[in-house]
């Protein structure tokens, strides 16, 4: 897997553009899993929450 991978993955789950995807992967990527902090974790519950859309139908 090569970083444009991981750029395009970021881009098609957070449903924005190439270049803010990468500049989300510069800023909170990390190497290594025990890099990662909990501000990486809140920011993507709250990007879920924001980019979540709640659907709902009656069915009789």
């Known amino acids: 897997m090569a970083g444009r991978d991981i ?5 098609q789950g957070l449903n924005t ?6 500049k989300v992967k510069h800023q909170y990527g990390h190497a290594f899993y025990d ?11 709250r990007l879920i929450v924001m980019n979540s ?3 709902s139908k009656r069915f009789e």
Not at 7 to 11: F, G, Q, S
Not at 17 to 22: D, G, L, V
């Open 7 to 11: 750029t395009d993955d970021i881009a």
């Open 35 to 45: 890099s990662a902090s909990d501000q990486i974790s809140s920011l993507l519950n």
């Open 17 to 22: 553009s190439y270049e803010t995807a990468e």
């Open 53 to 55: 859309t709640v659907y």
